[in-house]
C-alpha cells in the first residue's frame, strides 16, 4: 500500500510541474551571460580598390580636376606612363610641353600621377622639375636654340640631328642671335641629312623636313 502511494505521489508532481507555466519560462529564460551575436559593417581596404579608384581618390584629395569616363584622363595619363617608358615622350618634352617644370594644371596632375601609374618613371619626373633635360626629337619650323626650354617659344638644343626620314623640298637654316644666315641649305630631294647646331647658335628653321631626332 505504501509502494502504490508514492507512486501516485510522484506522478502527480510531475503532473503538476508540467502543467506548471512558471518552469517552462524558467527553463527556456535566457540567462543574464547571453552575447547575441553581431556582425560588422563591411569595411573597403585599399588594397581592395582598382587603379582607377585610387586615381579617381588621389586626384580628389590633392583637388586636381580630372575627366572622367571613358578616354576621360586617366586613360591620357597611362597613355602618358606608356610613352615615357618607350622614350616617345622625352624629359624635354615633358618639361615644356606638358607643363611639368612650371607645374601648371597638367604638369601638376602627370607630377602626382606618376608615383601611382608608373612609379619607374619618378626619374623621368625628378629631371623634367630639377634637372637637365635632353631633348630627343623636334618636329621642325622656327625654334630658338637653347639648353632648356624657354616657356612660351618653341625650342631646341644644340647638338647632332638627323632627319627621320628621306626629305623632299626640304629647307633648313641656321641663324645667330642678330637673325643672320650662318649656315642653310634647300634640298629638293635626298637620304636622310644631317645638320648640326652649335650652341652659339640663336635659331634654327626646318621646313618640310619631317621629324628631327637626336644624333649624339
Request: charged share 20%.
Amino acid at each position: 500500500m505504501t509502494t502504490v502511494v508514492l507512486a501516485v505521489a510522484s506522478a502527480a508532481l510531475l503532473t503538476s510541474c508540467a502543467d506548471d507555466p512558471q518552469v517552462e519560462l524558467d527553463v527556456a529564460a535566457p540567462t543574464s551571460n547571453s552575447v547575441t551575436p553581431t556582425t560588422a559593417p563591411p569595411t573597403t581596404s585599399p588594397a581592395a580598390l582598382t587603379e582607377y579608384d585610387r586615381y579617381v581618390k588621389l586626384m580628389k584629395d590633392r583637388r586636381i580636376p580630372i575627366r572622367a569616363g571613358s578616354s576621360g584622363t586617366y586613360d591620357t595619363d597611362v597613355s602618358i606612363c606608356g610613352q615615357l617608358r618607350d622614350g616617345s615622350l622625352d624629359t624635354w618634352s615633358l618639361a615644356d610641353r606638358e607643363g611639368v617644370r612650371k607645374q601648371d594644371i597638367n604638369g601638376l596632375r602627370i607630377t602626382v600621377m606618376v608615383p601611382l601609374l608608373c612609379p619607374d618613371m619618378q626619374p623621368a619626373i625628378d629631371a623634367a622639375r630639377f634637372g637637365e633635360v635632353r631633348q630627343t626629337y623636334f618636329l621642325g619650323g622656327k625654334a630658338l636654340v637653347a639648353q632648356a626650354p624657354i616657356e612660351g617659344s618653341r625650342t631646341i638644343q644644340p647638338g647632332t640631328w638627323t632627319t627621320e626620314a628621306a626629305v623632299s623640298d626640304c629647307y633648313w637654316e641656321r641663324s645667330d642671335a642678330q637673325g643672320n644666315i650662318i649656315d642653310n641649305n634647300f634640298i629638293s630631294i635626298a637620304p636622310p641629312i644631317t645638320v648640326v647646331i652649335g650652341e652659339a647658335d640663336a635659331g634654327f628653321t626646318s621646313n618640310d623636313c619631317g621629324k628631327w631626332t637626336r644624333a649624339d
